[in-house]
C-alpha cells in the first residue's frame, strides 16, 4: 500500500459535486475520483494509524435509505474508525466542508450510561473528568456527544456537574476547513496530535465506564 500523502484538493471538489448532484449518474461518473482521491488516502492513514490506535475500518458511501424521507443514496462525508471494537473510538472524517477528527464514547448504551453518569456524579472521579473537559475546551477542542436538553432523572438540576450529566456519550474534537496542508502528508500529524490529546479523555471513559456489557 502507497504511504499516506493527503487528500487532494480533487477530494472537497468530488463532495462539492456530490452534494449539488446525489445521484447514480454523477457517483458512476466521478467513481474514480473517490477511489484514488478519497478512498486510498482513508485506506492509507488507517494502515500507518493501526499500531497506535487500532484496526481501521472505512464506513460505506452508501446510505441506508428504507427508513428515510431523504432517498439520496451517497453520504456527502467519508468516515472511518479505529478500534472500534472497543469502547474508546478514533474518528476521521472527510467532506467538502474539512476535515475532523475525534475520539471518545460516541454512542454509549444503557448500561453504560448509567456507569457514566454515576462516575460523573461522585465528587471522587467526576472532578476529575470535569477538569479534563475544562483542558480540553481551553486547548481549543469541541466537546460533543448526544445530550439530553433536561437533567437525567434522578439526578438534581442544580448538580455542579450537571452539564456532563446530561450527556449520552462524550467526545472530543476537532475540525478544519479545506487547505492546501490537508493534501500533504502533514495531515498525518495533525490527527495523531488530535488522538493523542483525547487520552486523559480515553483513560477516564475507558475506568469508569468500559464497553458495554449488553448482549447485542
Not at 438540576?157 to 446530561?166: N, S
Request: charge should be positive; charged fraction near 25%.
Amino acid at each position: 500500500m502507497a504511504a499516506f500523502k493527503g487528500w487532494p484538493a480533487e477530494a472537497f471538489d468530488f463532495y462539492e459535486g456530490l452534494e449539488a448532484d446525489n445521484s447514480k449518474a454523477y457517483w458512476t461518473e466521478n467513481k474514480a475520483v473517490y477511489e484514488q482521491c478519497v478512498r486510498a488516502p482513508f485506506e492509507a492513514l488507517m494502515a500507518d494509524l493501526a499500531s497506535e490506535f487500532g484496526a481501521g475500518k472505512l464506513f460505506r458511501p452508501y446510505r441506508d435509505v428504507r427508513f428515510s424521507v431523504d432517498k439520496s443514496p451517497y453520504k456527502t462525508a467519508q468516515g472511518a474508525v479505529l478500534n472500534h471494537d472497543a469502547g474508546t473510538v478514533y474518528y476521521v472524517a472527510l467532506s467538502a466542508e474539512g476535515l475532523f477528527a475525534a475520539s471518545g464514547y460516541y454512542m454509549m448504551a444503557k448500561d453504560q450510561i448509567d456507569r457514566f453518569r454515576k462516575a460523573v456524579a461522585s465528587d471522587k472521579t467526576g472532578r476529575p473528568i470535569e477538569r479534563v473537559v475544562a483542558k480540553l475546551e481551553k486547548a481549543g477542542y469541541d466537546i460533543g456527544g448526544e445530550a439530553l436538553r433536561r437533567s437525567p432523572p434522578g439526578y438534581p438540576v442544580d448538580h455542579q456537574r450537571i452539564r456532563l450529566l446530561r450527556h449520552k456519550g462524550l467526545t472530543m474534537s476537532k475540525s478544519w476547513e479545506p487547505a492546501a496542508w490537508v493534501g500533504t502528508a502533514s495531515a498525518k500529524p495533525r490527527v495523531v496530535t488530535v488522538f493523542r490529546a483525547a487520552k486523559p479523555l480515553n483513560d477516564w471513559l475507558d475506568a469508569h465506564v468500559g464497553p458495554s456489557k449488553q448482549s447485542r
